[in-house]
């Protein structure tokens, strides 16, 4: 595995190392030695989720306001246009985005520790989408972010308008959440 540093320093990007052949391929999707040992992190991982989203399904940018939660995601089948925002106040780099395009072909996680929002948006037919948290969902704790805000400007590379959900078309800007500009991307 190799870890690759993003322009957020704490947003990684995890390179797995793919063995393959004329029968297909294989790769070791987590371990827990080798993450600690890479990444210094000690996380615990509690749950792990899977969705299947359709071509131009924007989901996000979503996070918990308490028991923030860390996440590490890869796409199994399709691509997708992922996003991850700074929302930790104390940051340097509070109010930045970051987005990247993770695929089934590519192979490649993304680690969003505690204190990002996060969507994506699916740019292939379909995509399906797995990620394992360090913390349980609490809706109670849930929040989004308008994945359209002006301050953050987020470049989704849309292709139409986007299919989102109720709670996704009444996300907050980020004014309104903050009370302050964020930092462009």
Do not use: C
Request: charge should be negative; avoid cysteine; glycine fraction near 8%.
């Amino acid at each position: 595995m190799r870890v690759i540093h993003t322009k957020i320093p704490d947003l990684l990007l995890i390179e797995p190392r793919i063995f393959g052949d004329e029968r297909g391929f294989f790769y070791e999707s987590f371990n827990q030695r080798i993450w600690e040992e890479k990444t210094g992190l000690k996380s615990v991982f509690v749950q792990d989720n899977h969705s299947r989203s359709g071509h131009n399904v924007l989901r996000g940018l979503h996070y918990q306001i308490k028991q923030p939660q860390g996440k590490l995601i890869r796409v199994i089948s399709g691509r997708v246009y992922d996003v991850a925002v700074d929302i930790r106040e104390d940051s340097p780099t509070f109010g930045r985005w970051e987005a990247l395009i993770l695929s089934a072909e590519n192979k490649l996680m993304l680690w969003i520790p505690e204190g990002f929002a996060h969507g994506f948006l699916v740019l292939s037919d379909v995509a399906e989408f797995l990620y394992k948290t360090t913390d349980y969902w609490a809706p109670e704790y849930e929040r989004t972010l308008l994945w359209s805000d002006p301050t953050l400007a987020i470049d989704w590379p849309l292709d139409g308008p986007p299919v989102l959900s109720g709670k996704d078309k009444e996300g907050k800007t980020w004014v309104e959440t903050f009370g302050k500009p964020g930092l462009r991307g």
